[in-house]
Each structure stands twice: as structure tokens, then as C-alpha cells.
């Protein structure tokens, strides 16, 4: 017997995952102690955090700040994933330091729209 991709623990989410192009600046600090800014977008986003793709090199573990272009919110997160893919952009799966549903616009319809009606 396998376990579906959605049972693996490193798959589970906490929270429902939406495919959304939200353009976004990530700001990181080198090891040098430089500030890096990057404007990019996310590619998927939940209520904990989401999945990105940058140019700038980040590790595991390592703190980054996102501010919402259109918003201007800010948020403190931090690097949980780093996929290299061909094609020159890196893909950065982030959580945010601590759950933020209002980050992001998002709305979700009425739970009544998937019921049938009679």
C-alpha cells in the first residue's frame, strides 16, 4: 500500500491552499548583513504562509519579511522549502511568523454555494 501525496506529513497544510498571483517585495539580510529586496510574485498562498518564486538566494531557516505590493502590509516569515527547477528562478515555500488570513484578499464564497438545492 502507498501513501497518497496528500497523506505524507511534509505535504499537510494547515490551512486551504489557493493558486494566486499576488505581486509581493521579499526583503532578506545577506550574510553579510546586507538588505536584499526582490519584487516577485507567489504562485500559491494559505492562511500560514505560501510558495513563491525568487531570483535571490535563501536557506532554510532563514527569516524574510513580504510586503504586499497593492496592500502595503508586511509580514515576517520565514524560508521552509527551497526547490531549484531549470529556468533560473528558484521556488521558496514560506511561513509566516505567526497565521495571516488578511494578507492576502481573498474571498471565499458562501458555504451554501456548493450545497444543492432541493
Partial sequence: MSI???S???NRRRSERVMLQIPVTVVAETDDR?????????LVVNAHGGLLKLKMEVVVGQPIVLINQKSGAEEGARVVRV???????TAVAFEFDR????????????????????
Fill in 4 to 6: 497518497l501525496p496528500s
Fill in 8 to 10: 505524507r506529513p511534509e
Fill in 34 to 42: 546586507k538588505r536584499e529586496r526582490e519584487e516577485t510574485h507567489t
Fill in 83 to 89: 526547490d531549484n527547477p531549470p529556468g533560473g528562478h
Fill in 99 to 118: 497565521p495571516a488570513p488578511q494578507f492576502w484578499p481573498v474571498v471565499f464564497p458562501p458555504s451554501d454555494w456548493g450545497t444543492p438545492r432541493p
